[in-house]
């Protein structure tokens, strides 16, 4: 499975933007997909996960009620809308596969899309 995340970009505080990764790969729409982001000097931290189907989804705290995750099997892309951002938004931002489950267990990585939110 290889992984491609997009959408990335400069935006205001209150902006909204929407990510994509783009999966290739036969088992690609078998496995779950999340989403992970790093801020400069933090961590690597989860944000939202979707399972195979699209039909169960997980978020963080910090994006619950701003973040809706979701997938286009037919399209083998998972999306991530961003809404009412926030400076603290800011990282960069990665798409995996992996296990569903609680927590996500990650199995490929994409390379990550940066993004930054000014105040």
């Known amino acids: 499975v290889q992984l491609q995340a997009s959408g990335g970009g400069l935006v205001q505080t209150g902006d909204s933007l929407r990510l994509s990764c783009a999966g290739s790969g036969r088992h690609f729409s078998s496995y779950a997909t999340a989403w992970f982001r790093q801020a400069p000097g933090k961590e690597r931290e989860f944000v939202s996960a979707?399972?195979?189907?699209?039909?169960?989804?997980d978020y963080s705290d910090s994006a619950k009620g701003r973040f809706t995750i979701s997938r286009d099997n037919a399209e083998n892309t998972v999306y991530l809308q961003m809404n009412s951002l926030k400076p603290e938004d800011t990282a960069v931002y990665y798409c995996?596969?992996?296990?569903?489950?609680?927590?996500?267990?990650?199995?490929?990585w994409g390379q990550g899309t940066l993004v930054t939110v000014s105040s």
């Open positions: 979707v399972n195979w189907r699209g039909s169960d989804t």
């Open positions: 995996a596969s992996g296990l569903w489950g609680i927590p996500f267990r990650p199995r490929y």
